[in-house]
């Protein structure tokens, strides 16, 4: 299949969302000279144009976009050009609504909005595809044409009839028969044993809490519902165009996503990444949001969407300081994307995303945001032959799996205070901060090439998961493993002992009595830190090695960290500054050296092929020491031993 070096050429793909039917056609001209003067090489058409289109049932108005994808074509710029089945007309829904999606106590999502489809709907689906062949037969050829992009941010969820029924179907293909249903689900519990399929609902709200195991099929399902309605677009482009590769965005850490699973049906692996430009680690999200998208795509990516500016949905939405635009899409850059494009070219005028940035801000060209637009691709040009297609090697994973995340996100469990993505955040925080690369890898994938493997929080373990792990410390590895973990099956079912038996011994627990969660703003003493979130009551083993124990309180004496061999278990969060050091020291024990030594605070360091990036997340210059003669590719200089970064600086260093 086709990939996203069959779209590059050698170069950085720039440029962003490009809604030209919301402007009069002589503003097109006008956008094609500015989008040349910022080095925009591509363009995505049509993500929210349906309506536009399809203007009643079976009409086609392709002029308008005759006219756009020949105008790219003339002037160089090519088309990532979308089906606009995220976003139905409203006479869908009038005409058909059986389209619409309902929630779960029943309330119609109604269009005037975006997204308002029912996955599981006959009717949708027809005009879906419908839309996407006479698209893919008109323009499958056509020379502007880069890449498909399907839909836009699948993100529906629905508990209404129609998709009762494909919940029903699904699940009948899954477990065959009402007993392995009732089985899995322990419907034993509460009375809830089913005698017939007609019975079996999505998880809608009841009197009081949902199964578990319901809601977590339910989330499954869901998933699969939505990969089905990706993969029946992609197929129709496909047919027509089987040399241009596909793509749909993902929105970062997205709970209603299995997104390894999509992941192995795209040629591309794109995500729309927006941190909070006052959020203090907010290059620390980017960066996990970015070490997770390459894993995925197990090479380089798409930054499909990000702000050159503000937002508009959060409570308060910040502009973007001077330089922060540029970092940001750097730091993309140097840790794997080959693509970095914008929600969208020109800020709307009227609707719902007047006050999201674009490319052009309503301050037009000679506003800040435009120019510093127009240097960054000039940035991207000298660097583009340099690091397009290249990789990046990473020592430690950090596994994620969606199905733990959806069994741990439900109510009845211990404490509502851990949050699975925020845990995650804290782990890989700490070795961003160490100054090591990370990858992201399901606990089913291959291991063997990583020193050392993180393990944050996984509560849902597989035989097959747990299996690999075993298989990976016996091989050589060093796992470290938070708490909380393997507790369940995938059927959300406690293991005997509260925890997988074959995992205690890996870590030398002899007893897992307790678990003993923590308060908001609460901490337990452990000699030589505190703990946060969560604790545990842990009998050792006279295996375990080497031990850290919680100091007063009920669980004084007991480990709160303990070791066997090359495991880790830490049954409690570690506050920042601890965590760090406890991972940077089972990682230096593990042969992992950070990318740079003697990195100052706020600055970040990743090797890119040859390439050297360093990345200053301060407001004010640094001074940081690179041993060696190297050429710096965005300033044209050379720098022996030692560089200066400004504010918001970047470096792009070649030997």
């Avoid at 999505?202 to 990706?230: G, I, W």
């Amino acid at each position: 299949m086709p990939d996203l070096g069959a779209v590059t050429g050698g170069r950085i793909l720039f440029g962003g969302d490009y809604n030209p039917e919301q402007w009069p056609e002589e503003t097109w001209h006008e956008d094609i000279r500015l989008m040349k003067d910022a080095g925009v090489n591509s363009v995505t058409l049509g993500v929210f144009s349906w309506a536009k289109l399809e203007p009643h049932p079976g009409a086609r108005e392709f002029g308008w976009l005759d006219t756009l994808m020949d105008l790219m074509h003339d002037s160089g710029i090519g088309v990532v050009l979308a089906t606009p089945t995220s976003s139905p007309p409203p006479w869908m829904g009038r005409l058909h609504p059986d389209t619409l999606p309902r929630t779960e106590d029943g309330r119609t999502e109604w269009w005037g909005g975006r997204q308002h489809f029912s996955h599981s709907s006959a009717t949708y689906r027809r005009y879906a595809a419908a839309i996407a062949e006479d698209l893919a037969a008109r323009y499958g050829g056509h020379p502007a044409l880069r890449m498909w992009h399907i839909n836009n941010e699948y993100c529906t969820i629905d508990h209404g009839d129609e998709a009762a029924a494909a919940f029903r179907r699904w699940l009948r293909e899954k477990y065959g028969t009402l007993d392995a249903l009732n089985t899995a689900w322990g419907t034993a519990f509460w009375s809830q044993g089913y005698d017939s399929w007609d019975g079996v609902l999505p998880a809608r709200q009841p009197h009081y809490m949902k199964n578990p195991a319901q809601v977590l099929d339910f989330r499954r399902f869901t998933s699969d519902m939505l990969l089905e309605c990706y993969v029946a677009e992609r197929d129709i482009v496909r047919r027509h165009s089987p040399h241009i590769p596909v793509t749909t965005n993902f929105m970062p850490l997205w709970f209603g996503q299995d997104a390894w699973r999509w992941a192995e049906e795209e040629d591309v692996v794109s995500v729309d990444l927006y941190p909070d430009p006052r959020d203090p680690l907010g290059a620390q999200h980017g960066a996990l949001v970015q070490d997770m998208t390459r894993s995925q795509a197990r090479g380089p990516w798409m930054l499909m969407e990000q702000a050159a500016g503000p937002v508009n949905w959060r409570g308060v939405n910040h502009p973007k300081p001077r330089g922060l635009n540029r970092l940001w899409s750097l730091q993309a850059v140097a840790r794997g994307a080959d693509a970095v494009c914008y929600f969208q070219w020109r800020q709307s005028r009227q609707g719902a995303e007047k006050f999201h940035s674009g490319m052009i801000s309503h301050a037009g060209e000679e506003g800040r945001t435009f120019q510093e637009v127009k240097r960054l691709g000039a940035d991207l040009a000298r660097i583009g032959e340099y690091v397009s297609g290249t990789a990046i090697r990473a020592d430690v994973a950090i596994l994620h799996d969606w199905h733990a995340w959806w069994a741990v996100a439900q109510d009845g469990r211990p404490s509502c205070e851990v949050d699975h993505p925020a845990v995650l955040h804290a782990w890989h925080r700490a070795l961003w901060e160490s100054g090591l690369t990370t990858d992201f890898a399901h606990p089913e994938h291959d291991l063997s090439g990583y020193k050392c493997v993180a393990l944050p929080q996984l509560y849902l373990l597989n035989d097959a998961a747990i299996d690999n792990l075993l298989a990976y410390v016996r091989g050589g590895g060093t796992l470290v493993c938070g708490f909380h973990t393997a507790v369940a099956d995938e059927d959300d079912r406690v293991r005997p002992g509260g925890m997988d038996a074959r995992l205690r011994e890996l870590f030398g627990i002899r007893t897992l009595h307790e678990w003993w969660p923590l308060d908001a703003g609460e901490s337990v003493e452990c000699e030589g830190f505190r703990g946060t979130l969560w604790s545990e009551e842990i009998e050792a083993a006279g295996t375990a090695e080497e031990t850290i124990p919680y100091q007063g309180g009920e669980l004084d004496g007991l480990p709160a960290v303990l070791r066997r061999g090359r495991a880790w278990y830490v049954s409690t969060l570690p506050e920042p500054e601890a965590l760090r050091a406890l991972l940077a020291r089972i990682t230096a024990e593990a042969g992992v050296r950070p990318v740079l030594d003697g990195l100052p605070e706020g600055v970040e360091a990743v090797r890119r092929g040859e390439l050297l990036f360093l990345l200053n997340h301060r407001r004010d210059p640094v001074s940081v020491e690179v041993p060696g003669t190297h050429h710096d590719l965005l300033s044209g200089g050379t720098i022996s031993d030692r560089i200066t970064l400004g504010r918001y600086g970047t470096a792009v260093l070649r030997p």
